[in-house]
């Protein structure tokens, strides 16, 4: 590999971003644009915006990782990004939030919650999950990023960490949304073309998809032992009913990833950056495609790297990665395929994160200026549209400085998980009352805040005392109880969205039954217009 | 279970391409629909661009809030 080439390329890369970047910055005029990027944003931005925040270096990396010990029993959370992800989101859930949204005035997800029940505490409280949670999942991007710099160009993993954020934190803090979401569509254009090819190179280098498929079917006995025992047999076929990985993959991945993409607030705000249905429809289209390429090649290309590493190497993907899952792809890229492509990838993988990043950046920021200190420490105060912009870009440096810090703590093959613990985290506080409040009128305040704030503590709850490796690493149960975890068998391998989720639906639904609706006026003015 | 995968993998790439083939036809199919703004409500937002295009001409000329 050429360095010189690769840094060129990189630096037309980042000279474009820059322009874009620049471009938001310019068009910028007040807090709305900067929120929520002047509600006027084209279909196709909108949804490559989309889709490239939500797959970040955690997808590609992470789970492209866990899918070549795991195999293609995964392709289970394609359907799911694809079918709940996209369809039920952009249809359902889109339309009646961007309705609502601009009904509401709402500009951003913690707000959206608070006007919608006229309850400022729902809105921070709301605001401070998201301030508290979302760094971690913004450290799992960075450090899928880091590490892909790491291995490529050299760079140790600690100044790729702070390099990388801080150049993503300069475009996001100068232009706002409409920054991101411009700088997101190139990358997400990126994200498309480098794993299209990567798919095709992959197929192609194994004698086509039936080959491909086949010669990965013949390497089950390569299957590492403790990961045979954990219920995989083959890297083609589920794993056993019931048993610990069983779970992992449909508990943790498919349904706590692949349900919580539709709260999560990063993803939300861009229904409300759009101006009609129109725009909404388009993108289910563009966004289905994006998805289906971006996130089917990781999950194919993860178990077939065995069998590339296989023949070239007689290993499998977990030995040549050292048996660190967030390494797998970087050095399947690096070994297994032409240098030429090593520089496309690099710009999927620096797109990738950058695209999720300055999402995630942006939403803590949001959270921080508008949630938590414009409605909370300043709410007596009307405070000026400058000093809110101002609030908002002292939000993200924060959130910059907390993530970068969390980047250098975490431990090895964390991406896939902190990944799987915020989604499940977000679908289980604010899933339920957010699907209610977009459908129904008879949802009360007091209903939304048992919801939330049950979701939020059964998740605690089963994070420090049943889940098996949160419970480990807190060690509050080993502590109290003297096991790691309360009960024994396959639930602490069950993710606590299983828990959470039912119980924050149930508490939402009854005890907006027993208590009244506290606000008919507001809750008639968000719905104009829908049905 | 064939060579090629079992069952529910093979199910789960025939769900993918069924799912992608939903979104495509739902895009095009409601590709122009504007959904829930009445006529009225699209005259009004049409106004309003306006009025919205003129305000942002004026931020311009005053060097805008950065």
Same mark, same amino acid.
């Given at each position: 590999m050429n360095y010189i080439v690769l840094i060129i390329v990189i630096l037309i890369y980042l000279s474009v971003i820059a322009y874009y970047g620049y471009k938001g910055y310019v068009l910028t005029k007040n807090s709305s644009d900067y929120m929520l990027a002047g509600r006027d944003t084209h279909p196709f931005v909108m949804a490559m915006s989309y889709g490239a925040t939500f797959i970040s270096t955690s997808a590609i990396v992470g789970f492209g990782g866990v899918a070549s010990l795991y195999g293609m029993s995964l392709m289970w959370l394609v359907f799911a990004n694809i079918f709940i992800g996209i369809f039920i989101a952009f249809v359902f859930y889109g339309k009646r939030t961007r309705r609502m949204g601009l @009904?509401?005035? $709402?500009?951003?997800?913690?707000?959206?919650?608070?006007?919608?029940?006229?309850?400022?505490? /729902?809105? /921070?409280?709301?605001?401070?999950?998201?301030?508290?949670?979302?760094?971690?999942?913004?450290?799992? +991007?960075?450090?899928?990023?880091?590490?892909?710099?790491e291995s490529f160009l050299g760079v140790p993993y600690e100044l790729s960490v702070m390099v990388f954020s801080v150049l993503v934190g300069a475009y996001v803090i100068m232009g706002g949304l409409r920054s991101v979401m411009y700088t997101d569509a190139i990358q997400g254009t990126l994200m498309f073309a480098g794993m299209l090819v990567l798919l095709i190179f992959t197929y192609v280098k194994l004698g086509g998809v039936f080959d491909a498929h086949a010669s990965l079917t013949s390497l089950s006995d390569k299957i590492p032992e403790a990961i045979q025992k954990g219920g995989i047999l083959s890297w083609t076929s589920t794993p056993k009913l019931g048993s610990p990985i069983w *779970?992992?993959? !449909?508990?943790?991945?498919?349904?706590?990833? #692949?349900?919580?993409?539709?709260?999560?607030?990063?993803?939300?705000?861009?229904?409300?950056t759009v101006k009609s249905n129109k725009e909404i429809n388009r993108a289910v289209a563009i966004g289905a495609i994006f998805i289906f390429?971006?996130?089917?090649?990781?999950?194919?290309? #993860?178990?077939?790297? @065995?069998?590339?590493?296989?023949?070239?190497? #007689?290993?499998?993907?977990?030995?040549? $990665?050292?048996?660190?899952?967030?390494?797998?792809?970087?050095?399947?890229?690096?070994?297994?395929?032409?240098? *030429?492509?090593?520089?496309?990838?690099?710009?999927?993988i620096l797109s990738a994160a950058m695209s999720t990043l300055s999402s995630q950046y942006h939403v803590i920021g949001t959270s921080v200026s508008r949630d938590i200190l414009e409605y909370g420490i300043f709410k007596n105060r009307k405070l000026k549209e400058n000093t809110v912009v101002l609030l908002t870009r002292i939000g993200i440096l924060l959130s910059l400085i907390i993530t970068v810090m969390l980047a250098l703590k975490l431990g090895d093959g964390i991406i896939a998980r902190a990944t799987a613990i915020f989604f499940g985290l977000m679908a289980s506080c604010f899933l339920a009352p957010y699907t209610l409040l977009l459908f129904w009128k008879r949802i009360t305040r007091k209903g939304a805040i048992a919801g939330i704030v049950g979701g939020l503590a059964v998740s605690v709850f089963c994070f420090v005392f049943l889940h098996g490796k949160e419970a480990e690493i807190f060690g509050i149960c080993k502590a109290l109880t003297g096991s790691a975890t309360l009960l024994s068998g396959m639930w602490p391998f069950v993710d606590p969205i299983v828990f959470a989720?039912?119980?924050?639906?149930?508490?939402?639904?009854? +005890?907006?039954?027993?208590?009244?609706?506290? @606000? !008919?006026a507001t809750v008639e003015n968000a719905f104009k217009g829908l049905k | 279970m064939s060579k090629y995968g079992d069952l529910s993998v093979i199910l789960a790439i025939i769900f993918n391409l069924l799912s992608v083939i939903l979104c495509i036809g739902y895009g095009f199919l409601n590709w122009n629909k504007e959904g829930d703004i009445s006529p009225e409500e699209a005259e009004k937002e049409k106004i309003w661009d306006k009025e919205e295009e003129h305000i942002n001409h004026e931020l311009d000329n005053r060097g805008g809030i950065q």
């Open positions: @009904n509401l005035d $709402a500009h951003t997800f913690p707000e959206l919650l608070g006007r919608r029940f006229d309850s400022k505490f /729902i809105q /921070i409280f709301t605001g401070t999950i998201i301030f508290i949670f979302m760094p971690v999942y913004a450290a799992a +991007v960075l450090i899928g990023a880091a590490r892909i710099i *779970w992992v993959i !449909y508990s943790s991945l498919v349904t706590g990833v #692949g349900l919580g993409v539709l709260s999560q607030p990063q993803l939300v705000v861009r229904f409300m390429i971006t996130v089917g090649t990781t999950y194919l290309n #993860g178990p077939l790297s @065995n069998v590339v590493f296989f023949e070239k190497y #007689g290993k499998i993907a977990f030995e040549m $990665a050292d048996k660190n899952l967030d390494k797998v792809i970087p050095v399947f890229i690096n070994e297994a395929m032409p240098s *030429w492509f090593v520089y496309l990838f690099m710009l999927v989720l039912p119980v924050s639906l149930i508490l939402t639904y009854t +005890v907006s039954l027993i208590t009244t609706v506290e @606000n !008919y | -």
